[in-house]
Every structure is written in C-alpha cells, then in structure tokens.
C-alpha cells in the first residue's frame, strides 16, 4: 500500500485534530512540512496547534514569511498582537494602581506616627 500524499495527510490531520486527536494531528502536519517546508495550510494549522502565543506567533510569522499576501495569517497576528499589547496595557495599570496604593499606604502610616509622636512633644 502506497504512503499518503502530501494533501491527503493534510486531510488526516485536519480530521484528527477535529476528532480531538491533537498530538496526532501535529505529528501528520509536522510530516507534511517535512516534505514540504513551505505549506502554508500545515503552518497554519501548526498555528492552531501551538501551546503558546508565542509559539503561534512564530508559525503566523513563518505564513507571511513565505506569503505576505495570506491574510489568515495577517489577521491572526495582528489579533495576537492586540491581545499582547491589552495585556500589556493590563499589567501596567495593575502594577500602576499598585505603586499607587503603596504610595497611599506609606503616607497614612507616616502620618499615624507622627500623629503619635506630635501629642508627646517629640517632633
């Protein structure tokens, strides 16, 4: 028995990851881009396999790489980099609020001392 072709382990993996075969799905579009470095649809589904956003990012990269013209994988980054960019925009409100609540902090217990202290005759 002849070895499936290129488009028909595509079609394999596309099935697998549909049945919730994920690793399996990966280990047939991994044998796709071995035969094939450029194929933009297993690059994609790599993208959609990826366990991080970083690791996403690298597949989308590697789509517009060979094609700048695949708007899936133009999308899918600039949807990835928004999410980055509200994140990031989420951590520095968070430590900001931090920062400022340290801030408040600091200064009632500097004025509960010397609040103490003053009625003493210390200051």
């Known amino acids: 028995m002849a070895s499936p072709n290129r488009e028909e382990m595509l079609k394999m993996g596309i099935r697998s990851y549909k049945q919730g075969n994920r690793e399996g ?3 047939l ?4 881009l071995q ?20 690791e996403r990012r690298t597949w ?3 789509v517009v790489e ?11 980054l600039e949807k990835l980099q928004e999410r980055r960019e509200e994140s990031e925009g989420t951590k520095a ?6 920062a400022v609540g340290a ?20 200051a």
């Open 25 to 27: 799905a990966k280990m």
């Open 29 to 32: 579009f991994q044998q796709v």
């Open 35 to 54: 035969q094939d470095p450029r194929n933009e649809r297993a690059m994609l589904w790599m993208a959609k396999l990826a366990k991080t956003p970083a």
């Open 60 to 62: 989308l990269k590697r």
């Open 66 to 76: 060979y094609n700048p013209d695949n708007e899936t994988a133009r999308k899918a």
């Open 93 to 98: 409100l968070t430590y900001g609020s931090l």
């Open 103 to 122: 801030l408040l902090f600091l200064i009632l217990v500097f004025t509960a001392i010397w609040a103490f202290f003053i009625p003493l005759g210390v």
